[in-house]
T-cell receptor, first 113, second 113 residues
């Protein structure tokens, strides 16, 4: 079963707007990561947040982590058409001791010019 | 650096045929893994390796074999292809462990008829 579940499944916004995607997971984690996948391509790592961190920024990306609610959110500010892609969260569950990541099903983001 | 490379890019097999998907990385990463991605789903881990000579099963290992004779290469073998193995296959590598930042290859799109 998937550890991470993204919400919403699909999101369509206008260029310049902010996009927020959420990820919920089931078990205790060491870290949570976000990846982007452009159509027909491999995944690209965006950001990693550790279980003892609450917020992290990277350029136009802001990730929050709430371990009490077992959830994370990815905010993309001032979106661009080039941000159109699928976004996946991936968790490093404590039970697998850092040996693997478990990916969610992804959110398809469409940014309309 | 070429990063993670995969060959072939596309492949069509008949049921019962066998083949090997190739994966190589030139980043001297110890950890390598194979995932499959099916429409509307996240990535599911097939097999992984924490170093040359060491492999382990992931979430969906049945029907697949792997070996790791060198740090650079991690081929995935389909023993007797089945239509249920129609998918996009991604190889990934990581510097320090399976739960670290993953570098993905471009994928192999496999169709089994």
């Amino acid at each position: 079963s998937q550890q991470g579940e993204e919400d919403p499944q699909a999101l369509s916004i206008q260029e310049g707007e902010n996009a927020t995607m959420n990820c919920s997971y089931k078990t205790s984690i060491n870290n949570l990561q976000w990846y982007r996948q452009n159509s027909g391509r491999g995944l690209v790592h965006l950001i990693l947040i550790r279980s003892n961190e609450r917020e992290k920024h990277s350029g136009r990306l802001r990730v929050t982590l709430d371990t009490s609610k077992k959830s994370s959110s990815l905010l993309i500010t001032a979106s661009r058409a080039a941000d159109t892609a699928s976004y996946f969260c991936a968790t490093d569950a404590r039970e697998t001791s850092g040996s693997r990541l478990t990916f969610g099903e992804g959110t398809q983001l469409t940014v309309n010019p | 650096n070429a990063g993670v490379t995969q060959t072939p890019k596309f492949q069509v097999l008949k049921t019962g045929q066998s083949m090997t998907l190739q994966c190589a990385q030139d980043m001297n990463h110890e950890y390598m893994s194979w995932y499959r991605q099916d429409p509307g789903m996240g990535l599911r881990l097939i097999h992984y390796s924490v170093g040359a000579g060491i492999t382990d099963q992931g979430e969906v290992p049945n029907g697949y074999n792997v070996s790791r004779s060198t740090t650079e290469d991690f081929p995935l073998r389909l023993l007797s292809a089945a239509p249920s193995q129609t998918s996009v296959y991604f190889c990934a590598s990581s510097y320090w462990q399976g739960a670290g930042e993953q570098y993905f290859g471009p994928g192999t799109r496999l169709t089994v008829t």
